[in-house]
């Protein structure tokens, strides 16, 4: 399966996909922290079309998550852009999508989500309530319960990274993706039965020629894909 990890810095999804056997990318604007010849450093917005199989998206929340709610009436501009983000990530040519953001204002903004998980339902003892809107995939299910309902995240001391650490994927969530996710699922592209040919002859046009996973880029010494340096040398 060709994988897309969107919005994924730390690689541990991507990792969890790969070491499951598939072909796996994360992208970030930034560097990947783990320096695998498996990240594209640019707008996920870029390379949607690129025929994956599969994308988890972790789109950025510090504009959408009710925890920064005290904050909402200075930001409106960036919460729209941010809903907007969100939405173009929702409508993209792949077949099957999670999108993941804490609780907040997607939820009203665009619908309620399709599950909320936690850390400690997947082997972590902590809470961190985790939003999920699925297309084309079952919700989650948990694969360890275990003690523990500290919310660690919250009790982080401050440092220049802290929102790094706050915001990876724990790696128990991670794995549950990709042996849950991998598998093949039926793809239901609509929500009412099809209408029977002879009352509908409407064709159903045939799917756009999607361009080929980051094959043709050249990889930096890092090993990173930069979609800017693809293209100044193209
Ligand atoms: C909440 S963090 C997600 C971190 C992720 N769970 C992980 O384990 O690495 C959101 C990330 O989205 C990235 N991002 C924001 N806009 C983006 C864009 N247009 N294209 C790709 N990544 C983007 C940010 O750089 C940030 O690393």
Request: glycine residues 6%.
């Amino acid at each position: 399966m060709k994988v897309l990890v969107a919005c994924e810095f730390s690689g541990i999804v991507r990792d969890a996909f790969l070491a499951a056997g598939h072909d796996a990318w994360s992208c970030d604007l930034l560097p990947s922290d783990s320096c695998q010849d498996r990240h594209i450093c640019g707008d996920v917005r870029e390379i949607l079309g690129w025929g994956w199989d599969l994308m988890i998206a972790h789109p950025p929340c510090q504009h959408l998550a009710t925890s920064g709610a005290r904050w909402f009436h200075e930001k409106q501009h960036e919460q729209h852009q941010a809903i907007e983000f969100v939405r173009c990530l929702m409508v993209a040519p792949i077949p099957h999508i999670a999108i993941e953001n804490p609780v907040g204002i997607l939820s009203t903004h665009i619908r309620k989500p399709d599950q909320v998980i936690q850390p400690w339902q997947f082997g972590h003892g902590e809470t961190k309530a985790t939003c999920f809107w699925l297309k084309n995939l079952p919700p989650l299910q948990p694969t360890a319960i275990v003690a523990g309902r500290r919310g660690r995240v919250h009790l982080l001391p401050e440092s220049r990274d802290r929102w790094k650490e706050r915001s990876k994927t724990l790696p128990g969530i991670a794995a549950a993706m990709a042996a849950q996710w991998g598998q093949p699922h039926p793809i239901q592209l609509s929500l009412i039965a099809p209408p029977s040919p002879s009352k509908n002859p409407t064709q159903i046009p045939p799917p756009k020629t999607a361009k080929t996973p980051p094959s043709r880029k050249r990889s930096n010494p890092c090993g990173i894909w930069v979609l800017e340096n693809a293209r100044r040398r193209t």
